[in-house]
């Protein structure tokens, strides 16, 4: 989701009929981090959600959080985004990697190959049954 105020009514359409949600932030800044959390708390209310998981399983869809430029100085612990992701997925021990509708990736254009690149968007594809070229 773009930061930049402009786009939000055009997001907000793409929105609704959605089956993959991309939220990404700045490792090294965590206003970065508020931003984007921010964003997410605006998408639920707009929508009226009170569990997300519910809805990412009702509507055959998947939530992937990026954390972008993992090779430099982090300002954004990790515990940070883990306590944001348990408010999300249910604590269930039918949860696997490959069913889980919510998943967090640390990913840097300067040290990942592009097969580390493009796994967020394998994995979307893969939890939303779909076929990847």
């Known amino acids: 989701m773009g930061g930049d105020q402009k786009y939000n009514t055009i997001l907000r ?5 959605a089956r993959a949600y991309f939220y990404c ?28 998981y519910d809805v990412l399983e009702s ?12 090779d ?4 954004v ?4 985004v883990y306590e ?6 249910p604590s269930s021990d039918t949860k696997y990697l490959h069913t ?8 840097s254009s300067k040290r990942d190959s592009y097969q580390d690149l493009i796994l967020p968007f394998i994995y979307g594809c893969s939890v939303l049954g779909k076929l990847v070229p």
Do not use: M
């Open 13 to 17: 359409s793409y929105f609704r009929e």
């Open 25 to 52: 932030f700045d490792l090294g800044d965590h206003s970065s981090f508020e931003n984007t959390l921010s964003k997410f708390e605006d998408w639920k209310s707009q929508y009226e959600i009170a569990n997300v």
């Open 59 to 70: 509507t055959d869809a998947c939530l992937i959080l990026l954390g972008l430029k993992a």
């Open 72 to 75: 430099l100085p982090h300002q």
């Open 77 to 80: 612990d990790r515990e940070e």
């Open 84 to 89: 944001f992701l348990e408010k999300i997925i």
């Open 100 to 107: 889980c509708r919510v998943q967090y990736f640390e990913l």
